[in-house]
């Protein structure tokens, strides 16, 4: 696999993927994490008891931040700190905020540990992408494989990304939630050591860019971007309810306003960063902006599998387990057991939509559990006797399992019209993965119709069809953009604007949190997959009508 590729390859592959497996690891739980009702007796076992609104808004917050500080990681790297020691100091501060995680409840160290997390990522997450795409420029041999090599790079990610959620299911259901956070934990220890361990091999590409006249020390860069981001921060949180009233919101809660106002300082410096350029870097950095703008809806739409996607698995979907796979999936703890043993749970109406309170917390109602909630109470267990079902954080692997099953199949596709001189360019295959992203919505709401609004379980079959199709335009899209943003960023500017994709990302990532605490607000769960396939066909469009202008600056610059 990694013949015909750099010897660094195999280290940033191996880092990667361990660091994708903490990483998703806490994606596939967390939401599960902040709803499942507290366990006083036992805190360890039980969750924070969150209603669902206020969970996907603190997950949305939490993605939208974790690719935000990737603006302040790049800038460090290339201009003060290399690629190599950033990627070492975000794997150390990450492995301490997942294994932060592990102490039971909402109080300061669940938040401390969630800091280290966003600010360990900012500088591990764009460095270890730019430095694949440095270890390809650096010699000419390499330069033809290099979108070959973004893909085996994001086959590494796919990989952690399959296999933690079986370890999180093991080790939520035999042992507690603790134990799933620490096993995210060790795996971003694991990838530091493995870096730490091959570095000698990605040496060559990693390297402090030099700067040009004219070019602004980074603390100014920060003091200017950074300080008005605080100030736009506090404008979203206070001054709308001030200006509008002690309620009002601009994007539903005050935590959305105060993100998404802390991001248009941020947005400004890389529309000031175009401004300022002169010659082939404008139209370089300005050939990427736009690119920047729409993949936002990707991100917004693709994101919701931790939220929206992983409500519907848990509530929604039949996870029934049959015996004869329930009797070898207890032997390695990858079964959820229920039963109808009356409890305190949050109460639901006839959809499975959890009622609230006045201030806005989940009433609980002696039950049986939630699971029970629209399933025929023929197919309900006798009381007290155990039902088995799929672990919910299971679902999470099917994208990833994808991801590595399509893989092949997606650079043979290129490959193949390659020889034929019909390769579509990069901004085309990403204007194609977002069209296929738009199918993929269709799916769900084909699965709300079927299953009546909610009011039946629905076939698993349903997630994974969306996954299969989503799959596609990620492959279409996400490496190819990191390959993209490697290829037509300016050489002194690859990790700024690396940065620049990963702020795209956590902006779409907030609107995901958005979107999906909107699941329940329609009178038909099908109104929020509808909004995501007009979202996305758009943004296809839209990057369709950019492709002759990018294909253009490439040839110029890129494909001389």
């Excluded at 990989?159 to 035999?174: D, E, H």
């Excluded at 602004?216 to 200017?224: C, D, F, M, Q, T």
């Amino acid at each position: 696999m990694f013949k015909k590729h750099p010897r660094g390859l195999p280290v940033l592959f191996f880092t990667e993927m361990w660091e994708r497996f903490g990483f998703y690891l806490l994606l596939g739980i967390f939401v599960l994490y902040m709803t499942d009702p507290a366990d006083p007796k036992v805190p360890a076992m039980g969750g924070l008891g969150m209603s669902d609104r206020d969970a996907s808004d603190i997950f949305g917050t939490y993605l939208a931040l974790v690719y935000l500080t990737p603006f302040v990681g790049g800038l460090l790297a290339d201009r003060v700190l290399g690629y190599g020691r950033a990627i070492i100091m975000g794997g150390i501060l990450m492995g301490l905020g997942y294994c932060g995680l592990a102490i039971p409840g909402s109080g300061a160290s669940f938040w401390i540990s969630l800091l280290l997390i966003i600010l360990g990522n900012g500088l591990f997450k764009p460095n270890i992408s730019a430095l694949v795409g440095n270890l390809y420029d650096k010699q000419e041999r390499f330069r033809p494989y290099k979108e070959a090599g973004f893909n085996i790079f994001y086959m590494g990610i796919n990989i952690g990304a399959f296999v933690c959620n079986f370890v999180a299911a093991v080790a939520r259901n035999k042992i507690g939630w603790w134990a799933a956070f620490m096993s995210a934990g060790i795996g971003m220890f694991l990838g530091v050591l493995w870096f730490m361990a091959g570095r000698k091999h990605v040496a060559e590409g990693d390297e402090i860019k030099p700067t040009k006249p004219g070019d602004e020390p980074v603390a100014r860069i920060l003091g200017k971007v950074l300080g008005p981001a605080a100030a736009f921060a506090l404008l979203g949180w206070f001054g709308v309810p001030a200006i509008l009233g002690a309620k009002a919101t601009v994007f539903g809660s005050h935590s959305n306003d105060a993100f998404l106002f802390a991001c248009i300082p941020v947005v400004w410096f890389y529309v000031s960063l175009w401004r300022r350029a002169e010659g082939e870097d404008r139209e370089r950095v300005g050939a990427l902006l736009p690119i920047f703008g729409v993949v936002v809806v990707f991100w917004a739409v693709f994101h919701q599998n931790g939220s929206a996607l992983t409500v519907w698995a848990d509530r929604f979907t039949d996870r029934d387990m049959p015996a004869s796979v329930a009797s070898a999936a207890k032997t390695f703890d990858l079964v959820e057991e229920v039963d109808t043993t009356p409890r305190m749970v949050p109460k639901t109406d006839a959809h499975g939509v959890r009622e609230l309170d006045a201030a806005g917390k989940p009433i609980e109602v002696e039950g049986p559990h939630p699971y029970f909630n629209n399933l025929p109470k023929e197919q309900w267990p006798p009381p007290e006797v155990k039902k088995p079902l799929f672990s919910t954080e299971l679902f999470q692997s099917i994208n990833a399992f994808f991801v590595v099953l399509l893989t092949p199949v997606v650079v043979a596709v290129w490959a193949w019209t390659a020889r034929r001189n019909k390769e579509p360019s990069t901004p085309g295959k990403i204007s194609i993965g977002l069209f296929v992203t738009a199918l993929s919505t269709l799916v769900m709401v084909a699965a709300t119709y079927a299953t009546h609004n909610g009011l039946e379980k629905a076939s698993w079959l349903w997630l994974c069809g969306t996954y299969a199709v989503i799959t596609v335009g990620e492959l279409c899209l996400s490496p190819m953009g990191l390959s993209l943003v490697s290829k037509l960023s300016p050489p002194r500017l690859t990790a700024v604007m690396m940065g620049g994709w990963f702020l795209s990302t956590s902006i779409g990532n907030k609107l995901s949190g958005i979107l999906s605490g909107l699941l329940d607000a329609f009178e038909h769960k099908s109104g929020i997959f509808f909004i995501n396939f007009a979202g996305a066909l758009a943004a296809s469009l839209a990057i369709a009508a950019m492709v002759p202008r990018m294909r253009g600056v490439m040839k110029r610059y890129v494909d001389k």
